[in-house]
């Protein structure tokens, strides 16, 4: 069984990074491996790095039973 990865993120109200913007949420992915995920997020972070509220993760999805 496998995992998948996501680059989550966006514009961030205030520095303490609690509550996104209304409308700036990012989703990525999925991606098969941690790897593929970091390039992703090294990209879209590179992208943003000028904007001092932006801010993105790299989340693994929980891994589900097979049926």
Do not use: C
């Amino acid at each position: 069984m496998s995992s998948n990865f996501w680059v989550i993120g966006g514009e961030f109200g205030s520095m303490n990074f609690h509550k996104l913007v209304e409308g700036s949420a990012q989703v990525q992915g999925p991606y098969k491996t941690r790897k593929e995920a970091e390039d992703a997020w090294r990209v879209i972070s590179e992208e943003n790095r000028h904007k001092a509220g932006v801010r993105f993760s790299i989340v693994e999805e929980p891994q589900r039973a097979s049926a």
